[in-house]
């Protein structure tokens, strides 16, 4: 990408490296250090023509979040004010723009798809 002068770099984070959660200590830190590393990559690659981002969704359903207990899982979505979306395409879709020519004057943002779960953070 250096050589190139051209790249696009995508993190995927959570929301919940940027509110925390009971218990998930370790998960939170290490989504939340992927903030930390993709804006020191865009301050130390922009003037090569590379983006660092960070895509940062809410609740997924996935085999992870289902061994959170069904309890939990089955709350999560009403807990966004976006709760009937599907947040698999928006998350996708982010990723997409980010990727594309249309985001080349974005670098080091964090980009929540978290339908509203996280929002001030």
């Known amino acids: 990408m250096i050589r ?13 490296g940027m509110m925390g959660s009971a218990g ?11 903030v930390g590393m993709a804006r020191s990559l865009a301050r130390e ?3 090569r023509g590379v983006t ?10 996935t085999d992870m979040t289902a ?12 807990r966004s004010p976006l709760a009937d979306s599907d947040p698999v395409d ?6 997409e723009f980010l990727t594309s020519d ?6 080091g943002a964090v980009i929540p798809v978290d339908g509203g779960l996280g929002m001030g953070h």
């Open 52 to 61: 660092a981002n960070v895509v940062a969704p809410g609740f997924i359903e």
């Open 67 to 78: 061994a959170l207990g069904e309890d939990l899982v089955r709350s999560m979505p009403s």
């Open 24 to 34: 998930q200590v370790n998960y939170a830190a290490s989504k939340s250090g992927l």
């Open 4 to 16: 190139g002068r051209f790249g696009r770099i995508v993190f995927i984070s959570s929301v919940v």
């Open 90 to 95: 928006d998350v996708a879709g982010t990723v």
């Open 45 to 47: 690659l922009g003037s």
């Open 102 to 107: 249309a985001a080349s004057y974005i670098t």
